[in-house]
């Protein structure tokens, strides 16, 4: 074919510039969807994208609570490297295809799913992240309360929900509910590069701030009164203390989960698959680490400066730490640059997400923007302060993600590495024709629909019915389980289950190895 019979069209859109060729369904395609025409991003773009996901209210009160699991300190040094190491390979894999294609997540699931399939995945983790998103939208809306109060103490009894209160949430509640989402939609609203600049300057403010927290901490408390150990009662010894480190690997990639699943959104725009491969080992294994050992220095230190909470217990939460700091500019500071730190996790990991999973299913009719701003009216619907107050809500909640991100996962990887060979026709991610590579049957693929739900089961079922130990394990039970039936039926389920025309679609010479077959003209 001739360039000038295929002459792509050049579309802007929020997400960046893509080129549209005249072949593209429109039922596939728009300009959010369709291959960048540029790949710009840097390693530091990608390792700035970590440090925005990293650094919030959510990411500081985790990597405290793995210090407080009752093992050893030395132990849970492990069980972070290990599992960040985990978290950093994964990614690199789930990274490839989009950074091959220039396409988004639910665009790389076409291949396995279909063009038309493509949609369960694309549904699954954009619901998911419309729940994430009004939980961190919430957590970081707390800060704009205590910083209220902290200047205007008589609006302290507009925040009891008893007294003045609407579905659970007061109304100073609310106030700083609606201030979040809106400051958060500005942001987004302004499109891919202004996220861009947004998290490449916020990550590494967020930093000196933390840093200048822990020296202000440590000063006051004295390196004496500082301990990597903030277990409670007696530790974890013997054969208890191997299960709970190992859990706490696994507690390390399932917090995980959600940004990996989905890594694709952001490097799709990586200059080359070596910058972010370079932006991952710098923002996973490195900073996450870095950033652990500054939060146990800082909530180790936040113990004698401003001692336990009413109930006795350690307090993990920044933003309660620098809430009861006397220095007002201190305290005043801390409170803002959680709040920013969380609108940033907040936009990367569950703004974007929906925005392009949603657009997936309808793209004529949804694009980028609207697909967020859906995600962004679904998180107030959906009240998530009550999902948050609620512990064996917030328990259900991050056992059944991982239950359903993992299969997921599985598919994508073992179709695109073990089935696929790291092969992509990027044209055929945007066609109908029932012969080309991802048609399957009428744009499904049979075989992943069926992994989905038998990937499914047994992690719900140990959501439901077993223990709070098992329960840890639901993301790798799911995208091992989904995996092995998906490998098992592509290779062995007859030709005509699978495809339309009882063919397997032979995909082209020049899609190497390790490459796409993509033409920009």
């Known amino acids: 074919m001739t360039a000038t019979e295929n002459a792509p069209a050049t579309a802007h859109s929020a997400a960046g510039e893509s080129v549209i060729k005249l072949e593209y369904h429109q039922r596939l395609t728009n300009s959010d969807l369709a291959p960048l025409r540029k790949q710009s991003w840097t390693w530091y773009n990608i390792f700035a994208f970590w440090m925005s996901d990293i650094h919030s209210v959510g990411g500081y009160v985790f990597a405290g609570s793995l210090f407080a699991l009752g093992i050893a300190a030395w132990q849970v040094l492990v069980a972070l490297i290990i599992g960040i190491v985990a978290v950093n390979i994964l990614c690199n894999l789930v990274a490839k295809p989009s950074q091959l294609a220039g396409v988004p997540y639910p665009v790389t699931t076409r291949v396995s799913f279909g063009v038309m399939g493509a949609n369960i995945p694309a549904i699954l983790r954009g619901l998911i992240a419309v729940a994430w998103y009004g939980i961190q939208t919430y957590l970081a809306s707390v800060a704009f309360g205590l910083l209220a109060i902290k200047f205007w103490p008589s609006l302290a009894k507009y925040d009891v929900v008893d007294d003045y209160g609407f579905l659970g949430l007061s109304i100073l509640g609310w106030g700083g509910f609606i201030l979040m989402w809106i400051l958060q939609a500005i942001v987004f609203w302004n499109g891919m590069e202004t996220i861009r600049k947004f998290i490449d300057f916020c990550g590494p403010a967020v930093y000196v701030v933390m840093v200048i927290l822990a020296g202000y901490l440590i000063a006051k408390a004295g390196w004496s009164n500082v301990s990597l150990d903030l277990s409670v009662g007696p530790g974890k010894v013997g054969w208890d203390s191997v299960t709970a480190t190992i859990g706490a690997i696994a507690l390390v990639v399932s917090y995980f989960s959600g940004p990996m699943l989905n890594f694709g959104d952001f490097s799709r725009y990586g200059k080359t698959f070596g910058e972010v491969k370079k932006g991952n080992f710098w923002g996973l294994p490195v900073n996450f680490l870095f950033f652990s050992l500054l939060v146990v220095c800082t909530v180790s230190a936040g113990v004698t400066v401003i001692g336990k909470d009413e109930n006795g217990a350690i307090i993990t939460d920044p933003v309660h730490i620098v809430d009861r700091i006397d220095n007002t500019t201190a ?20 703004f974007v997400s929906p925005a392009f999973d949603f657009s997936n299913v309808a793209p004529t009719k949804i694009t980028w923007r609207t697909g967020g701003m859906i995600a962004a009216v679904g998180s107030v619907l959906i009240t998530p302060w009550n999902l948050f107050n609620n ?131």
């Open 331 to 350: 305290a005043v500071l801390g409170v803002l640059t959680f709040a920013i730190a969380t609108i940033g996790i907040n936009i990367v990991a569950n």
């Open 391 to 521: 512990p064996d809500a917030i328990h259900y909640t991050l056992d059944t993600l991982g239950a359903v991100i993992g299969p997921l996962f599985g598919i994508l990887l073992v179709d695109f590495y073990l089935i696929k060979k790291q092969k992509i026709v990027v044209d055929d991610l945007f066609s109908m024709e029932p012969g080309a590579t991802y048609a399957y049957r009428k744009g499904w693929n049979p075989v992943a629909v069926i992994a989905t739900v038998v990937g499914l089961i047994p992690p719900l079922c140990v959501v439901i019915w077993g223990t709070a130990y098992a329960a840890s394990f639901t993301w790798f039970i799911g995208a091992g389980v989904a995996g092995a039936v998906y490998w098992t039926g592509m290779k062995y389920a007859p030709k005509t289950f699978l495809y339309d025309s009882g063919v397997e679609p032979v995909v082209g010479a020049d899609a190497a190895d390790g490459s796409a077959e993509r033409t920009l003209y």
